[in-house]
């Protein structure tokens, strides 16, 4: 899961993430959306790839990339427990300062 925030920390790797979830697409197609060079843009691929984020099929010189939403999943698992988790502390916080402001009023 480290390697999946830290994937998602770059707003060029989101993108490109977001720009996969229409499908499929060589890596040359995704260069040509941004104004980085195709080796910048294989780095930031190969930093998905390394967090399970997409994978990459090769066919002849081609490198096709397709999003893999698995990482994802564990990853909003795991923020959702933390919310449900905080969200509980908060509500408690909040009625506990609600009864010392009716003990402060009497």
Same mark, same amino acid.
């Given at each position: 899961?480290?390697?999946?925030?830290?994937?998602?920390?770059?707003?060029?790797?989101?993108?490109?993430?977001?720009?996969?979830?229409?499908?499929?697409?060589?890596?040359?197609?995704?260069?040509?959306?941004?104004?980085?060079?195709?080796?910048?843009?294989?780095?930031?691929?190969?930093?998905?790839?390394?967090?399970?984020?997409?994978?990459?099929?090769? +066919? @002849? &010189?081609?490198?096709?990339?397709?999003?893999?939403? !698995?990482?994802?999943? %564990? /990853?909003?698992?795991?923020?959702?427990?933390?919310?449900?988790?905080? +969200? @509980? &502390?908060?509500?408690?916080?909040?009625?506990?300062? !609600?009864?010392?402001? %009716? /003990?402060?009023?009497?």
């Amino acid at each position: 899961m480290d390697r999946t925030f830290a994937a998602l920390a770059d707003p060029t790797r989101r993108a490109i993430l977001n720009q996969l979830m229409d499908g499929p697409a060589r890596v040359t197609e995704i260069a040509e959306t941004y104004s980085l060079s195709l080796n910048a843009i294989s780095k930031h691929v190969r930093v998905l790839e390394q967090a399970g984020l997409v994978s990459r099929k090769v +066919r @002849g &010189r081609d490198h096709w990339i397709r999003f893999n939403d !698995g990482p994802l999943g %564990d /990853a909003a698992n795991y923020v959702n427990s933390m919310l449900v988790f905080w +969200r @509980g &502390r908060l509500g408690a916080l909040e009625a506990a300062l !609600g009864e010392t402001e %009716d /003990a402060s009023d009497d």
